[in-house]
């Protein structure tokens, strides 16, 4: 069982929890020390609550304490803080698993690949849409040409949370609000969607076109649409928003093929909805004859019960357990489902050419 420690992500952040609970539940992973949180009594709380008896007040206190007794370190922190952190444990080896978005600027992770050795170095970024079965399921249609030629990916990530703040937390927080050249809402929403196109297609845009507005009271970009072009004349949208009433995260997949179709909701897991060019339209689930259920992961309960947001991290977690077992080895550690700097880095250059493309109002090559 591998050794973590958190630097970020106490119990009262909407990240921690999730990671906690997820890294630990397949018995992959045991969280043995932290740095959960800059405040004292929430960082001293968090530590109590979840028992975990190595506790630090700073960050860069257990990196020094723990570099050799863990086997990686989980950065939870807020998005601003994640390069300064992710540096440090670059440069001391220390296997890092990053929650998305890596850092914020093009320019911070252009620098992270330079220093990048990946014989010294591991480092993972936690997108775990794609850890959900049926989504893997569609991935593994689509490369099985189910779809035929893909003609267009269409993925939406609508949330009302700039208009109707969730009550279970504390929202937005402060640096939510503060846009960089790539808008925050890109960062927090929009690699996700970049990560779920190529989890998906296995491909790069080469050209997006992008709007950005600001409907509430913030004064932040709060909804971006962006139309992508790929090079075998893929078409490509994503509509990500923090105002859109009704939405309480509207995860969204729609893949257009030329012999079928798929629909995903992520508020509606366990059905992938596809439609075939006979007419016929069929809901597949858990219960249903699908290549992913060799994986035992995919049914830790049987169909009828769903598996959710927590699975899909855990699902994920396992995976991020493979890599580094491969990588202690000194062993190539590639994985389909496990993502790292250079995906993050395809993330940010598309972030960036998109705040490009809506300041020059028109298509910019990626």
């Known amino acids: 069982m591998f050794k973590l420690a958190f630097i970020g992500g106490s119990i009262d952040s909407i990240a921690g929890y999730p990671h906690f609970i997820a890294s630990q539940m397949d018995k992959r992973f045991e969280?043995?020390?932290?740095?959960?949180?800059?405040?004292?009594?929430?960082?001293?709380k968090t530590a109590e609550v979840w028992k975990i008896e190595r506790l630090y007040h700073q960050w860069r206190e257990l990196i020094k304490k723990e570099k050799n007794n863990v086997d990686a370190v989980v950065?939870?922190?807020?998005?601003?803080?994640?390069?300064?952190?992710?540096?440090?444990?670059?440069?001391?080896?220390?296997?890092?698993?990053?929650?998305?978005?890596?850092?914020?600027?093009?320019?911070?992770?252009?620098?992270?690949q330079n220093i990048f050795d990946e014989k010294k170095n591991f480092l993972v970024i936690t997108?775990?849409?794609?850890?959900?079965?049926?989504?893997?399921?569609?991935?593994?249609k689509i490369a099985q040409k189910e779809f035929g030629d893909i003609l267009q990916i269409r993925l939406k990530m609508p949330q009302e949370s700039f208009?109707?703040?969730?009550?279970?937390?504390?929202?937005?927080q402060k640096w939510r609000l503060q846009d960089g050249f790539i808008p925050m809402i890109s960062l927090d929403l929009g690699t996700h969607l970049h990560h779920l196109?190529?989890?998906?297609?296995?491909?790069?845009?080469?050209?997006?076109?992008?709007?950005?507005?600001?409907?509430?009271?913030?004064?932040?970009?709060?909804?971006?649409?962006?139309?992508?072009?790929?090079?075998?004349?893929?078409?490509?949208?994503?509509?990500?928003?923090?105002?859109?009433?009704?939405?309480?995260?509207?995860?969204?997949?729609?893949?257009?093929?030329?012999?079928?179709?798929?629909?995903?909701?992520?508020?509606?897991?366990?059905?992938?909805?596809?439609?075939?060019?006979?007419?016929?339209?069929?809901?597949?689930?858990?219960?249903?004859?699908?290549?992913?259920?060799?994986?035992?992961?995919?049914?830790?309960?049987?169909?009828?019960?769903?598996?959710?947001?927590?699975?899909?991290?855990?699902?994920?977690?396992?995976?991020?357990?493979n890599a580094l077992e491969l990588f202690k080895e000194k062993k190539e550690y590639l994985s389909q489902y496990v993502y790292?700097?250079?995906?993050?880095?395809?993330?940010?250059k598309l972030l960036h050419k998109t705040s490009i493309s809506h300041k020059e109002k028109k298509w910019i090559n990626i």
């Open 31 to 44: 969280v043995v020390a932290g740095a959960f949180s800059t405040q004292k009594e929430i960082n001293k």
């Open 75 to 112: 950065v939870l922190t807020p998005t601003p803080l994640h390069y300064e952190i992710i540096l440090e444990l670059l440069q001391e080896n220390i296997p890092v698993i990053c929650e998305k978005p890596l850092v914020s600027s093009l320019k911070e992770a252009e620098t992270l």
């Open 127 to 140: 997108n775990n849409y794609s850890g959900y079965p049926m989504v893997r399921e569609l991935q593994y």
């Open 163 to 172: 208009l109707r703040p969730p009550k279970s937390v504390k929202y937005p």
């Open 197 to 321: 196109a190529y989890f998906l297609l296995q491909k790069e845009p080469k050209s997006v076109i992008a709007t950005y507005n600001s409907f509430s009271q913030y004064g932040v970009v709060d909804d971006v649409n962006m139309m992508l072009q790929y090079y075998d004349d893929i078409e490509g949208n994503m509509w990500l928003s923090k105002t859109a009433l009704g939405n309480r995260n509207g995860l969204h997949i729609e893949i257009y093929g030329t012999k079928a179709s798929a629909l995903w909701h992520q508020e509606n897991p366990e059905k992938l909805e596809c439609s075939y060019n006979n007419g016929k339209k069929v809901i597949i689930d858990r219960g249903s004859d699908i290549d992913m259920l060799a994986n035992p992961l995919y049914s830790r309960m049987t169909p009828g019960h769903p598996a959710g947001f927590i699975e899909s991290f855990a699902n994920l977690y396992n995976d991020i357990a």
């Open 340 to 348: 790292g700097l250079d995906h993050a880095c395809n993330g940010l």
